[in-house]
């Protein structure tokens, strides 16, 4: 896990990643007026325990019907230790984020194994070694499980803006390297991420320093759409087109 103060300054910079427009309250705010409700959701493909969510609501949500962006938030059980409530009551207060719906998502026993990178298209994770066993053997089941069965379920429960420019997501170590592999895998769900100091040294052979630089598996993915752009292979779309102007 990584330093407590590391995950203060990507939880705030997650915050300031959702201020999309200026508006919120004047008055100052407390974390109590950000009230949370929780839930659990079967996860029956990747995980034998089910998945502990807890939603927060901005201020006077019960109150109206406006629809409001989400933020998806990969190691919710440190909410409390990143003071996560705290910072959405003073960044909204002070009005640096308009109101947002925040989903914050509990690690599965086996973090390592979850947290990842996938290719979507083959089915498959990527997973990659490291000194601790292998890491992300389940990416695949896990970013199929939040794109298509979280989301669905949070947009249907709760009002939401439905567009991706509307939806990030947001991580820290390998929370943040799945927060990076959800928003290239799955561009029409997510819109905006926040990868925070995100674990990319992750490589398929570690038996050499020369292996880790030549099979850094999220280099890997990003080399793959530059050479598919050079040959035409691979449609101007998703992440390729954000890849295709930062190569432009």
């Not at 947290?115 to 053997?137: E, Q, T």
């Not at 298509?148 to 947009?155: G, M």
């Not at 020369?210 to 280099?219: E, G, K, S």
Request: glycine content about 10%; proline content about 6%.
């Amino acid at each position: 896990m990584p330093a407590l103060a590391e995950m203060r300054a990507a939880w705030r910079g997650g915050a300031l990643l959702v201020a999309m427009l200026c508006a919120g309250r004047v008055s100052a705010e407390t974390a109590d007026d950000w009230p949370v409700e929780s839930f659990d959701l079967a996860a029956t493909a990747f995980a034998p325990e089910q998945v502990h969510v807890r939603v927060l609501l901005p201020p006077g949500y019960d109150a109206g019907r406006h629809r409001y962006p989400a933020l998806y938030v990969n190691d919710g059980q440190d909410m409390d230790a990143v003071h996560l409530r705290g910072t959405l009551a003073q960044l909204h207060g002070e009005r640096i984020i308009r109101p947002v719906i925040v989903v914050a998502i509990d690690m599965l026993h086996d973090r390592m194994g979850t947290y990842g990178l996938s290719d979507r298209a083959a089915g498959r994770s990527l997973p990659g070694d490291s000194r601790f066993g292998m890491v992300g053997a389940r990416a695949h089941d896990y970013s199929e499980w939040v794109a298509r069965t979280l989301v669905p379920y949070i947009d249907a429960h709760y009002r939401t803006e439905t567009k991706p420019h509307a939806r990030a997501v947001l991580g820290w170590s390998l929370g943040g390297l799945n927060a990076f592999n959800l928003g290239w895998q799955y561009p029409e769900v997510f819109g905006r991420v926040g990868a925070f100091s995100p674990s990319f040294w992750l490589a398929a052979d570690r038996s050499s320093a020369a292996t880790i630089q030549r099979t850094r598996l999220a280099q890997r993915m990003v080399d793959d759409i530059l050479t598919g752009l050079g040959t035409g292979t691979v449609p101007v779309t998703g992440p390729t087109a954000l890849v295709a102007s930062l190569h432009a």
